[in-house]
Nanobody, 123 residues
Framework: VQLQASGGGMVQAGGSLRLSCVGS????????MGWFRQAPGKEREFVAT????????GYADSVKGRFTISRDNAKNKVFLQMKSLKPEDTADYYC?????????????????WGQGTQVTVSS
């Protein structure tokens, strides 16, 4: 499956952004989806994951209560709603897919990756 993320931009601290990721070339509902981010000079880190049907979700502690992952399998899309953004949320955000029944926070378990979309949060 090919993935394309979008929706990044510049926002002030406390603001909101909604990232989208569209999949093509595969049966989207077969994939567990995840969002990761990578700040300059840092490793790529887990942000959120969602199960195939959307009922199961998981979040990094740093974003819990502020970010919400969701999906629309009919449109082959996964979303990341980000609220109460902080400067430390500044990073390139990546969507990823894993053909599986179980969600995971482990970066190396994802098989397919989209290009990053840049999020910059100013103080």
């Amino acid at each position: 499956v090919q993935l394309q993320a979008s929706g990044g931009g510049m926002v002030q601290a406390g603001g909101s952004l909604r990232l989208s990721c569209v999949g093509s070339g595969g049966t989207f509902s077969r994939y567990v989806m995840g969002w990761f981010r990578q700040a300059p000079g840092k490793e790529r880190e887990f942000v959120a994951t969602i199960g195939r049907g959307g009922a199961s979700t998981g979040y990094a502690d740093s974003v819990k209560g502020r970010f919400t992952i969701s999906r629309d399998n009919a449109k082959n899309k996964v979303f990341l709603q980000m609220k109460s953004l902080k400067p430390e949320d500044t990073a390139d955000y990546y969507c990823a897919a894993k053909e599986s029944f179980t969600t995971t926070k482990k970066r190396n378990e994802y098989d397919f990756w989209g290009q990053g979309t840049q999020v910059t949060v100013s103080s």
